[in-house]
């Protein structure tokens, strides 16, 4: 094999005349198309493409050799990318950028181009070397995804815009339930206060009494639901407290009976605060009408606090005359106390009854876990 002279630069090596020169062999043989241009030569022609290039372009060798490249442009070369191209040229620094290129046939492929620059021992520039890389179908993959993504994103916004939507007329809908049971049970209140002023039985009137104030205890909560920006959740100790206000109010402020209430800010359901609501209102009338029968003054007492993180306990309780009232938990069969059972048992809350000195019910409950942190923090 005739080794070409040491001196000789790899272009060189490369443009040797030898068939048996092995780089040129090499590189004519590369998969990967290639050209050489001379930026000596009057608008840098292409002085050598190989195989792979013809393939790639469609192109005769003698319809490339000795042009320019910019026969690989069309139409819809970016003429920024030719300037970027330009520029790496003039300044002699590689670039690398994915160029719109046209074969002969006239189809348009996307080239990822290198082209670097190769100089003498000198510095002196003598070729431009360029490979090519046909990357029509990663760009197209690549745009799909992008398209795919975009139709993704627009699906999810649309559906989001949807159940935005849904969700509000819903809320309208929630609200308008609300307003319509509030009126509903404000009528009810009106119907029954009415029935009872024409009533001339004692007992009946004490019954319509009772009846008006669960009546109460029901719309005050949705009033709250109606009013406030509501979520799921009601805040018991203010509800606790109104329905406490509502009734020191209808038995008499001017009885010398204190009300002492004391509540951290616990969130339940509206399931939950419901029946902690009416029980409330069944204790603390019993403790209006049956404590301090003999009695001037007084204190109800309610103490609203967390316990062990998740349970929280309810104190409802008076300093009245307990026991000797006549109260007793266990055997007691009347509507109040039995109603009171029954609402425990239905959000499970556990009651004890203490009457040895005046009377005090411990309720304990399971508020929503997080409320019960809330609370625990509060408590600190
Ligand atoms: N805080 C209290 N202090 C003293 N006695 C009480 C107290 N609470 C209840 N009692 C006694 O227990 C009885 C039962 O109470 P309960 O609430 O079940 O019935 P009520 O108040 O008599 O009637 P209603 O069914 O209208 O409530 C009362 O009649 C009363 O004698
Ligand atoms: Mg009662």
Not at 83 to 89: H, Q, S, Y
Not at 117 to 128: A, K, T, V
Not at 206 to 222: M, S
Request: proline letters at 4%.
């Amino acid at each position: 094999m005739q080794t070409p002279p040491k001196e000789m630069g790899n272009i060189a090596l490369i443009n040797h005349p030898s068939r048996e020169n092995p780089f040129r062999s090499v590189v004519e043989g590369s998969r990967m198309p290639i050209v050489v241009t001379d930026p000596n030569q009057d608008d840098n022609p292409i002085v050598f493409a190989n195989q792979a290039f013809v393939d790639l372009t469609g192109y005769d060798l003698d319809e490339i050799i000795g042009h320019n490249c910019r026969f690989l442009q069309g139409p819809d070369s970016d003429p920024e990318v030719r300037r970027l191209i330009g520029g790496a040229l003039a300044e002699q620094h590689d670039i690398k950028i994915e160029v719109l290129n046209y074969r002969k046939n006239g189809t348009a492929f996307w080239n990822e181009l290198y082209i670097s620059p190769i100089h003498d021992d000198e510095g002196n520039l003598l070729y431009f070397f360029g490979s090519q890389l046909d990357c029509t179908l990663r760009r197209q993959a690549a745009a799909r995804i992008v398209e795919a993504n975009a139709q993704l994103e627009r699906r999810v916004e649309e559906r989001t815009r949807d159940l935005e939507q849904a969700l509000r007329h819903r809320e309208v809908l929630l609200h308008e339930l609300q307003h319509r049971v509030k009126n509903n049970l404000q009528v009810m209140a009106s119907l029954i206060r009415l029935q009872a002023g024409r009533s001339d039985s004692e007992a009946m009137k004490v019954g319509f009494e009772n009846l008006l104030h669960r009546i109460n205890a029901l719309e005050l909560i949705y009033r709250k639901l109606y009013t406030a920006d509501a979520g799921p959740t009601l805040e018991l100790g203010g509800y606790l407290a109104e329905i406490c206000e509502t009734l020191a109010n209808f038995h008499g402020p001017d009885r010398g009976i204190v009300l002492d209430v004391r509540t951290r800010p616990c969130h339940v359901p509206v399931e939950t605060a419901l029946p902690l609501g009416l029980i409330l209102n069944e204790l603390v009338t019993n403790s209006f009408r049956h404590a301090f029968a003999d009695r001037k003054t007084g204190t109800i007492r309610l103490k609203l606090e967390p316990l062990d993180g998740t349970r929280w306990e309810l104190r409802i309780g008076d300093d009245g005359v307990g026991a000797a009232g006549g109260l007793d938990w266990e055997t007691n069969n009347n509507l109040g106390l039995s109603l009171v059972k029954a609402l425990a048992k239905q959000i499970r809350a556990t009651v004890e009854v203490d009457g040895s000195a005046g009377t005090l019910f411990t309720l304990t409950f399971q508020a929503q876990a997080a409320d019960a942190r809330a609370g625990r923090s509060a408590a600190g």
